[in-house]
Each structure stands twice: as C-alpha cells, then as structure tokens.
C-alpha cells in the first residue's frame, strides 16, 4: 500500500531524493513518515509530515534532510543532502492514515549506501 522508491549508492557528501507513493491519495493519510534501520539497531524515525503539512525532523539529520509532499503527485519525498556514511541503512516509509499515532502501514524498504 506504500511504494517507497530512491535509494541507491552514492558517496559522502551527495544527494538522494526517495519517494513514497502511497495506494490511495495522500489527501486521505493523516501523516506518512520515513524511517530507517540497520542490522543490529532500532528502527529509527528519520522524519515525519501531516496531511496539513506540519514536520518533524530527527536531530540526527535536521538540516540535512527534508520531507514534503507533492499533493499533485501524490507522493511524499525525503530529500537527503550531505549524506554520511552512517545514514547507510534500508529506508521505510509508513502511514498514520487516521492520526492514531503510530504507523500500521509500512513500504518495503529502499537501501541507501553512502560510501566514504
């Protein structure tokens, strides 16, 4: 129900744009964030934004990466500039479709490599 699209491999220092586009419009998603995860680690809230379009950032990126919204595309994208090796993970996008607070509909995952 969500097709998360943009990774690859790049090396430190470049850009990524990934793209989520979910099976139904985004008009009807409270709030569609991006995660990622590691082997071995917790999957971690990279950022998240609203219907009304409202985000929240992760410190760990803030500055770095940004998350928006093309209505007209029906997609949400998360714009990763100034990439560091340790932002290296698989990435998920996932939907708060009513505003329950936590996410009950996740994509299958893209894989960034950021080689330094």
């Known amino acids: 129900q969500l097709q998360a699209s943009g990774g690859g491999l790049v090396q430190a220092g470049g850009s990524l744009r990934l793209s989520c586009v979910p099976s139904r419009t985004i008009y009807s998603i409270y709030r569609v964030a991006w995660y990622r995860q590691t082997p071995g680690k917790q999957r971690e809230l990279v950022a998240s934004i609203t219907s009304g379009g409202s985000t929240n950032t992760a410190d760990s990126v803030k500055g770095r990466f940004t998350v928006s919204r093309d209505n007209a595309k029906n997609t949400v994208y998360l714009q990763m500039n100034s990439l560091k090796p340790e932002d290296t993970a698989v990435y998920y996008c996932?939907?708060?479709?009513?505003?329950?607070?936590?996410?009950?509909?996740w994509g299958q995952g893209t894989l960034v490599t950021v080689s330094s």
């Open positions: 996932a939907a708060d479709p009513t505003g329950k607070g936590y996410y009950d509909i």
